[in-house]
């Protein structure tokens, strides 16, 4: 069976269009301690280049997607009062087959964010 992966896709609902150029943070938690992974931008489909979490390096545990929402906002002209209520939007999972696709997509907007775990 191949080896699991990590993807995302980010929809900004605002606009009604992929969010491109968000900045994605991946953690691993172990015993509530962050390690960062790596980071990436979401390309103008809102997904990222390649696997976030690609199969060479894909174990389980938990881990965190940090969404940078409100400087991609900011940049897209999407301003509000100080502070935003929708700014960083962590996504804490967990990974349990290793063999699998896991997929975590986000649906934004300034005052608003939904995740599932997607195909």
Known sequence: ????YLTTHVLDTARGMPA????????RIVDEARTLIATKLTNAD???????LPADEFVTG???LVFHAGAYFDRVGLTEDAPRFVNVVPVRFGISDKTSHYHVPLLVSPFSFSTYRGS
């Open 62 to 64: 938990t881990f965190e």
């Open 20 to 27: 491109g150029g968000m900045k994605v943070e991946l953690f």
């Open 46 to 52: 809102g997904r990222t280049d390649g696997p976030i």
């Open 1 to 4: 069976m191949p080896d699991g």
